[in-house]
């Protein structure tokens, strides 16, 4: 996907998922245990690829869930606790610029792929890692970790990184409600409120 493209592709995206949660917000709540399969909107110079996002504990405040996807014949899967927004500003406020942030709430968000992949045209070897970020104005660091069972990153240590890469997030007016992982082409976006993370993901 030509890099030109991104920009508007996220941005039709939030729009895209703030109309669908309006629609099933009744239904998600009501559910302890749900899967959701989604098609992602055609992209230029991808087919489409279909990803499932599974609700593995709906009983708590930030529902567990696990996106599972297939980028190149790799598997990925991201495991991750969903806060929602709740009409609050979530960066620069919420999570704070400058601070590794778990990327979702309670455990760390774990990364899993069963092939190496290259994250943003940069090897990450195949294996499971803590996927943390650490935002700051106009940008933000992905960042992979060799520690992935931990809870949240009060334990974080900078030099277990296997990999971290700089993206440029993109902002709509459209809000999303709970936090999630999309796979769109060869992107996975993480989305909330009216921010939309993108990096790009390739077989190694």
């Given amino acids: 996907m030509k890099t030109s493209f991104l920009p508007l592709l996220i941005v039709a995206l939030i729009g895209f ?48 869930k696990e996106m599972k996807g297939s980028v190149d014949g790799a598997n990925i899967t991201i495991n991750y606790g969903s806060p929602f927004a709740k009409g609050r500003q979530i960066l620069n406020n919420l999570i704070p610029y400058g601070r590794v942030w778990r ?24 294996g499971k890692y803590g996927l943390f970020t650490l935002n700051n104005e106009g940008s933000t660091s992905v960042i992979f970790n060799s520690v992935h ?37 060869n992107n996975i976006i993480l989305v909330w409120e009216k921010v939309a993370i993108p990096f790009q993901v390739e077989a190694g």
């Fill in 17 to 64: 998922i703030a109309c669908d949660q309006k629609s099933s917000t009744s239904t998600a709540t009501a559910s302890t245990s749900e899967t959701e399969t989604t098609t992602p909107i055609a992209t230029e110079g991808t087919g489409d690829k279909a990803y499932t996002t599974t609700v593995l504990n709906g009983d708590i405040a930030s529902p567990r």
């Fill in 149 to 185: 069972d931990q809870w949240g990153a009060y334990e974080y240590d900078e030099s277990k990184d296997i990999l971290r890469v700089n993206v440029t997030p993109s902002v709509s007016e459209l809000p999303v409600e709970s936090m999630d992982f999309k796979l769109i082409g």
């Fill in 103 to 126: 990327t979702g709430a309670n455990e760390a968000t774990t990364f899993e792929t069963d092939k190496d992949l290259m994250i943003e045209g940069k090897k990450l070897p195949a």
